[in-house]
């Protein structure tokens, strides 16, 4: 039988235009919010595992016909035979069809599609469907905005529906199933119509609308905060039927309209009553005897979606002193006190309208050949590296292959190369390059394993995610945020990866991007306090500029405080116990002083730390005791063989990343002085060992050795790490790894056969000589008795104290 569900339904649903004129393409914002996260459908945002879509339905296609991106748009047709079907499926063809992808989630951004594809219903109706990656689709309580190109037509009647959108659950085992559509209507402030008349207020043609000012070499216009004014001059019809008249308005649109948050308020720059934010206008004349263009009176920073936090409109009404304008006059009009995006913007060009006071008979043109750009501020803050999750370790020194992962939101919108238009519109292709410190050489790119048995989100440690690794033991809800380029575009060159989006790709802006990047990382340890440990991430982007790039660079560590350091060994380092038993069960606990000592390989300035991390199911307790060893220890000679810590100031005992409760397995020991590399240090401290049944709750078979081996890690005073043991801190008897765990002891008997004639279990040593063998030249006979009250199969150990052979 058939279960009929009805599904629920996207909010904040509108189609939201800039410029009016018929005929004329130009961008629109498709717009929607996803349901409430503390819903059903919420609930399957979180916790959808596989490939969840988008699906955008033009209903209409004769009244609004669907246009390619970039600054020349051309009609899209349904003869796409290579892109109709999900397998065909591209990134390429997302940026082929989408202008912009905005979300109201600053975290992930809108997710990077895995690809696009498009089909046609019927001849006036066209699917677009947009799938993402496993666990990386559309959030919950999310708004979001979609910029495409269109031209609209007589035809189009706000009235009628426009749009039809379903937000759809994973194809893996929902593959029909909606979590939430909308009806997309427009309104009727958003009626295109047809265009000036040979009567109506337009520019001149072809140069009555040009933005002036900056580098006429690169024909851009560089804004920052010190300029932040757009300078355009214009002028009328030829005739005086053509003017440029009071009242007219005046409407300016800058790109990207998802990155423009301008102030809403807005005066001429002789108003000393405005706001000090406000936007200001200054109009005056450039051609013209005993002409004046006169004062705003009024005008506005205007949303081109109401309910959204952008402002990237401007609307002036041209000042109620203005003498007409038309013929060989020419006036300029300033707007200045712009607020610049955060993240920057790459080049583009200003669309403009002029029409009648009552916004009818529109004219739109893009303000000559000039474009726009302004610099990021943001970008420093917004590359992140990790650590592979494969095999959990750090890239060591000697190290020869290792995979780390970058984690990137670029704060401007990359496109590829778009050849398919002639000169002067093809657009040259973008640059992504990541590069190294000084040692280390990419290898390859790796590509990204989605999924629930592949990444998952950041696992936030003690310092801040400095030591984050992308953790696959750790269950993750969806959306994880993490999308992946297309790994054909990546090079390597020496230290450096770069990567070029493939032609006509996009990769919207804030996306959250991850990208596997294998490294050799070299043969030198850095501290993460070294400024050459620093990486960077450069981007260099045209924007829709046909002539010159926009370079942003950004340096940055690891995530938070800390870079991924080539990480000094630890070595020699050992960790000892004296007590290795079970403890018997949790009303008798076992616990013992731990000896441990390394050389610190790496000096860590004044104020840094050493960890101490145990295995699984061993407790340092609450309340850390550290101490150190005793005096004997610390003998001098010649030369000082031991160091204490130079003054512990803080004793922390800290559980493992996400562990709220359960033991405390790792000891950080902070202290004021410095730890010289060259010296080795010596301390001790307590732990509890687990009993058998503590060790069966969180102790799999399947679980590798490190994960009860024990581990020391020095730290600088910012919290990163220094150096680190690898593999483990050796502290068996035989020295070849930590130490384990004994379920039983056997006691001891000075002679055989005392242990011979004991009733129970029992162990003796019997030498044939004790003399030293430099002595005697002759090497003794060892005999051993071993007595067992349980029956034991397995392999037994013979450790000889240390100076026998």
């Excluded at 569900?5 to 410029?19: A, K, Y």
């Excluded at 996009?506 to 050459?532: E, H, K, Y």
Aim: hydrophobic fraction near 40%; include cysteine.
């Amino acid at each position: 039988y058939l279960d009929f569900e009805t599904p629920n339904f996207l909010t904040e649903l509108g189609v939201w235009v800039t410029q009016r004129e018929w005929n004329k393409a130009s961008p629109f914002v498709l717009s929607f919010r996803t349901g409430n996260r503390d819903t059903d459908v919420g609930y399957r945002y979180m916790n959808a595992e596989g490939h969840m879509s988008l699906s955008i339905t033009f209903l209409n296609l004769r009244a609004l016909r669907h246009m390619s991106s970039g600054a020349n748009p051309k009609t899209v047709t349904s003869l796409n035979p290579d892109s109709d079907e999900r397998d065909e499926a591209t990134q390429v063809t997302c940026g082929f069809i989408f202008q912009e992808l905005w979300a109201s989630d600053q975290e992930r951004g809108f997710p990077m599609p895995m690809g696009c594809f498009y089909r046609a219903l019927n001849r006036d109706m066209r699917e677009l469907i947009v799938i993402f990656e496993k666990k990386n689709g559309l959030s919950p309580s999310t708004s979001y905005q979609i910029v495409m190109n269109a031209m609209a037509t007589n035809e189009f009647n706000a009235n009628k529906e426009m749009f039809f959108l379903s937000s759809n659950d994973a194809e893996e085992g929902f593959r029909y199933s909606s979590l939430e559509i909308g009806h997309v209507f427009t309104n009727a402030e958003n009626i295109f119509q047809l265009g000036a008349g040979t009567n109506d207020a337009q520019f001149g043609f072809p140069d009555g609308l040009e933005l002036v000012g900056g580098d006429s070499q690169r024909n851009l216009i560089s804004l920052d905060d010190s300029s932040t004014k757009l300078r355009f001059q214009f002028m009328g019809g030829e005739y005086s039927t053509a003017k440029i008249s009071r009242g007219n308005m005046l409407s300016v649109w800058l790109q990207p309209l998802t990155a423009w948050q301008l102030p809403t308020t807005c005066a001429d720059q002789s108003d000393l009553r405005a706001e000090k934010e406000s936007i200001r206008i200054h109009c005056f004349v450039i051609i013209g005897n005993y002409r004046r263009c006169g004062e705003v009176a009024r005008c506005e920073g205007v949303r081109v979606v109401p309910h959204a936090q952008q402002v990237p409109m401007v609307k002036i009404q041209m000042p109620p002193n203005m003498n007409d304008l038309f013929g060989g006059n020419k006036y300029e009009l300033d707007i200045y006190n712009l607020k610049l995006p955060e993240s920057g913007i790459l080049p583009h060009k200003v669309m403009v309208q002029i029409a009648k006071d009552d916004n009818t008979r529109p004219n739109f043109r893009l303000a000559g050949t000039r474009y726009y750009a302004a610099p990021t501020r943001e970008f420093a803050t917004l590359a992140r590296l990790m650590t592979s999750y494969e095999e959990g370790l750090e890239p060591f020194v000697g190290v020869t292959d290792h995979l780390l992962y970058v984690k990137m939101q670029l704060p401007v919108a990359l496109r590829g190369a778009d050849n398919t238009q002639l000169y002067p519109n093809k657009r040259p292709a973008s640059y992504v390059k990541v590069s190294a410190p000084e040692g280390f050489q990419m290898l390859a790119a790796e590509t990204i394993p989605h999924g629930s048995t592949g990444l998952g989100m950041v696992t936030v440690t003690e310092d801040g995610d400095a030591a984050a690794r992308l953790n696959k033991s750790m269950v993750h809800t969806a959306p994880t945020g993490f999308g992946s380029p297309n790994i054909r575009g990546w090079s390597m060159s020496g230290g450096t990866a770069i990567y070029k989006p493939l032609d006509l790709m996009l990769i919207p802006a804030f996306t959250s991007l991850v990208v596997g990047l294998r490294v050799q990382p070299g043969n030198m340890s850095r501290p993460i306090s070294d400024t050459l440990n620093l990486w960077s991430v450069q981007v260099i982007a045209p924007g829709d500029h046909n002539m010159t790039s926009t370079n942003f660079t950004a340096k940055f560590y690891r995530t938070g405080l800390g870079g991924v350091p080539v990480l000094g060994r630890l070595f020699p380092a050992l960790v000892q116990p004296t007590n290795p038993m079970l403890s018997q069960h949790s009303n008798s606990i076992v616990r013992h002083w731990l000896s441990v000592f390394f050389k610190a390989v790496v000096t860590v300035s004044p104020g840094g730390s050493v960890d101490v991390e145990a295995p699984l199911a061993f407790d340092f307790g609450e309340i850390l005791e550290v101490d150190d060893m005793e005096d004997r220890y610390y003998v001098t000679g010649p030369e000082v063989v031991l160091y204490r810590l130079p003054t512990v100031t803080l004793r922390e005992s800290l559980r493992r990343d996400g562990v709220l409760i359960g033991p405390y397995t790792l000891a950080r020991i902070h202290v004021e002085g410095g730890m010289k590399g060259e010296l080795t240090y010596g301390f001790r401290i307590k732990v509890n060992n687990p009993t058998i049944e503590d060790l069966q709750a969180v102790v799999k078979p399947t679980d590798v050795w490190r994960e009860m081996d024990w581990n020391i890690t020095t730290r600088g005073p910012e919290g990163s790490p220094v150096c680190k043991t690898y593999g483990g801190a050796p502290g068996a008897p035989d020295g070849t790894g930590s130490w384990r765990l004994v379920n039983k002891t056997v006691p001891p008997f000075t002679a055989i056969g005392d242990a011979l004639d004991s009733d129970g279990a029992g162990v003796a040593v019997g030498m044939s000589s004790w003399l030293p063998f430099t002595v005697s030249r002759l090497a003794a006979i060892c005999t051993v008795v071993l007595k067992l009250d349980i029956d034991f199969s397995g392999i037994l150990e013979l450790s000889a104290p240390v100076g026998f052979e």
